[in-house]
Each structure stands twice: as structure tokens, then as C-alpha cells.
T-cell receptor, first 115, second 110 residues
């Protein structure tokens, strides 16, 4: 089992540039979550999908952030334009939202630095 | 919505001693409580979880207890080892996504 796969693992970009983070969930999982982790705010849920449909994006900080899940095996989180305060580690996680099952598995994260 | 409080924020123990991390939650409808371990440079890893129909669960040196009446749950690590040093997160959920505590940085001193 490959687990949740995220790319890139590290991203350094200049303010104003577009950033795209990618995630491949665990095969068979039907829920996907994007989190942001910083020292100040801890682990924040940005958005989550069930069966490729966005369910709750209330955690997305601004319109500069957008997420898509075109199919069950791929999701993207895009920041356009990026700002220094977006610097953080972004995690993708997936789970199988079946009855009585909530185990959520995280990817290794993408460390984003915006200069 | 759910609110999960976790304490302490930092914890140092001598190798071989026990470590206890406590969490409280606010939503009585929550019924699933996992614990995650995050090592430096890695994503959080699920280490143990408990559902509201049981009061305690053990897996080798780690155990979790749940008190539904008081709405709190705890992680217990016995015979701590240096490799237990990490940040530990508790979380809770009902029919909504997991809500995480702020984390506890555990340091095991050899």
C-alpha cells in the first residue's frame, strides 16, 4: 500500500506566483481532506471532499485558495496569487467514509515557502 | 461545532517512565477519538483510536481511555523510549470531519 502521495514535497516560490499542490489518496478511499499546519494555528482543515464532491470549504482562508478533485484518485490545491503568509506545511489525508469507519490517513505533506 | 482541548502542550519524561496526555471535547455526539503521532518532517500517523462504545483500548505500550460522561479521553504511553519523542495530537468527530487538539510535544530523555 503506497499510502497517500503528495507532490511536490517542497516548494519555494515568489510572492504573486501560482502554486499547485497535488494529492493522490489511498485507493478505495472516498473522502479526501486538505489541511494546513503552522506553528501558530496548528492543524487547520481547509476543505474536504466526499466522492469527489466538495462538502465543506469553510476553512479555505481566501478566494486565492481553490481545490479540485476531478476523479477519485487525484486532487489539487491551488493558491493564486501566493503570499508570504501562505508559507506552511500542507497535508492531504484520505479515509473511507463508510458506516462506523473514520480512520484518516495523512500524506507526508508539502512544505511551501513563499518569499 | 466540536471543540477539542489538549494538554499539556509540552511534556518531558525520563526513559522508562509513563506519559499521559489528556483531551476534552465539547460535542456529546462525537463518537470517534483517534490519536496521531507526528515525527519531525513527516505527516501525522494514526497510532490508536477508540470509539464511544468502549472505555479503554490497548496496543502494546500505548492505551487510550474514554470517559463519555466527563467528555474526556487520554493517551497513556508506558515504558517510554527515545523513539516515542514526537508531537501527539488527539482528535474527535461524530458525523463531521475530525477536529484536532493543538498537540503535545513529548520528549523522552535517555
Amino acid at each position: 500500500d503506497a499510502g497517500v502521495i503528495q507532490s511536490p514535497r517542497h516548494e519555494v516560490t515568489e510572492m504573486g506566483q501560482e502554486v499547485t499542490l497535488r494529492c493522490k489518496p489511498i485507493s478505495g478511499h472516498n473522502s479526501l481532506f486538505w489541511y494546513r499546519q503552522t506553528m501558530m494555528r496548528g492543524l487547520e482543515l481547509l476543505i474536504y471532499f466526499n466522492n469527489n464532491v466538495p462538502i465543506d470549504d469553510s476553512g479555505m482562508p481566501e478566494d486565492r485558495f481553490s481545490a479540485k478533485m476531478p476523479n477519485a484518485s487525484f486532487s489539487t490545491l491551488k493558491i493564486q496569487p501566493s503570499e508570504p503568509r501562505d508559507s506552511a506545511v500542507y497535508f492531504c489525508a484520505s479515509s473511507f467514509a463508510g458506516q462506523g469507519s473514520y480512520e484518516q490517513y495523512f500524506g507526508p505533506g508539502t512544505r511551501l515557502t513563499v518569499t | 461545532g466540536e471543540n477539542v482541548e489538549q494538554h499539556p502542550s509540552t511534556l518531558s519524561v525520563q526513559e522508562g517512565d509513563s506519559a499521559v496526555i489528556k483531551c476534552t471535547y465539547s460535542d456529546s455526539a462525537s463518537n470517534y477519538f483517534p490519536w496521531y503521532k507526528q515525527e519531525l518532517g513527516k505527516g501525522p500517523q494514526l497510532i490508536i483510536d477508540i470509539r464511544s462504545n468502549v472505555g479503554e483500548k490497548k496496543d502494546q505500550r500505548i492505551a487510550v481511555t474514554l470517559n463519555k460522561t466527563a467528555k474526556h479521553f487520554s493517551l497513556h504511553i508506558t515504558e517510554t523510549q527515545p523513539e516515542d519523542s514526537a508531537v501527539y495530537f488527539c482528535a474527535g468527530s461524530g458525523n463531521t470531519p475530525l477536529v484536532f487538539g493543538k498537540g503535545t510535544r513529548l520528549s523522552v530523555i535517555a
